[in-house]
Nanobody
């Protein structure tokens, strides 16, 4: 089994910062991409930032959020600065990886709530 476990969500005031972490565990042969999506109430899940060969960001977070990886530990981070109330959402860790026993696929964490108060 492969698991993605997030941590670091919470409540913060507008203008503040949070750092999310996500560790992938299990029998993993290789990871191509790791990153973050989010889903606000009543909205579709959207890409926030992903890191493969390079980092890609949603326009709404460019300059405020930074995605980084520790490939040796199969971990991805999301540093979120200058948070805004519109950043409030459940943040999901994402990975495109190949387990030891099957082919490449998409994997998701359980989600962590980020709430930004005004």
């Amino acid at each position: 089994q492969v698991q993605l476990v997030e941590s670091g969500g919470g409540l913060v005031q507008a203008g503040g910062s949070l750092r999310l972490s996500c560790a992938a565990s299990g029998s993993i042969s290789s990871i191509n991409t790791m990153g973050w999506y989010r889903q606000a109430p009543g909205k579709q899940r959207e890409l926030v930032a992903v890191s493969g060969g390079s980092a890609n960001y949603a326009d709404s977070v460019k300059g405020r959020f930074t995605v980084s990886r520790d490939s040796a530990k199969n971990t991805v981070f999301l540093q979120m600065n200058s948070l805004k109330p519109e950043d409030t959402a459940v943040y999901y860790c994402y990975a495109y990886l190949r387990p030891a026993w099957k082919s490449w696929g998409d994997y998701w964490g359980q989600g962590t709530q980020v709430t930004v108060s005004s």
